[in-house]
């Protein structure tokens, strides 16, 4: 069972730029999609951004295309996400999320990736 570690979260001012990680463990990495998910208090879980095993595909929710940006490095079994342009509406527990049945295209629905990390949060003040 893959295990993720997000990291890198943290209180930030509007306008600023932050990067989250996720670290995964297993040698299977660089075979699953990977994504991003977010949940502010309150609010249900909501796709941010996602990219395909070998990062030649992205995709990402409007509220955040051209101020976000997702990567991997599968040498180092790590997914990345930088966030700049910060808003307050950004804040939220971030989570990185995997789809284990390898190969398969990016999806927007939680419930199609099987391995979740804790989450990191991430609070932007006005």
């Known amino acids: 069972q893959v295990q993720l570690v997000e990291s890198g979260g943290g209180l930030v001012q509007a306008g600023d730029s932050l990067r989250v990680s996720c670290a995964a463990s297993?040698?299977?990495?660089?075979?699953?999609?990977m994504g991003w998910f977010r949940q502010a208090p309150g609010k249900e879980r909501e796709f941010v951004a996602g990219i395909t095993w070998s990062g030649s595909s992205t995709d990402y929710t409007d509220a955040v295309k051209g101020r976000f940006t997702i990567s991997r490095d599968n040498a180092k079994n790590t997914m990345f996400l930088q966030m700049n342009s910060l808003r307050p509406e950004d804040t939220a527990l971030y989570y990185c999320a995997a789809r284990l049945d390898w190969y398969r295209a990016i999806s927007r629905g939680p419930t199609d990736y099987s391995a979740w990390g804790q989450g990191t949060q991430v609070t932007v003040s006005s």
């Open positions: 297993g040698r299977s990495f660089s075979s699953y999609t």
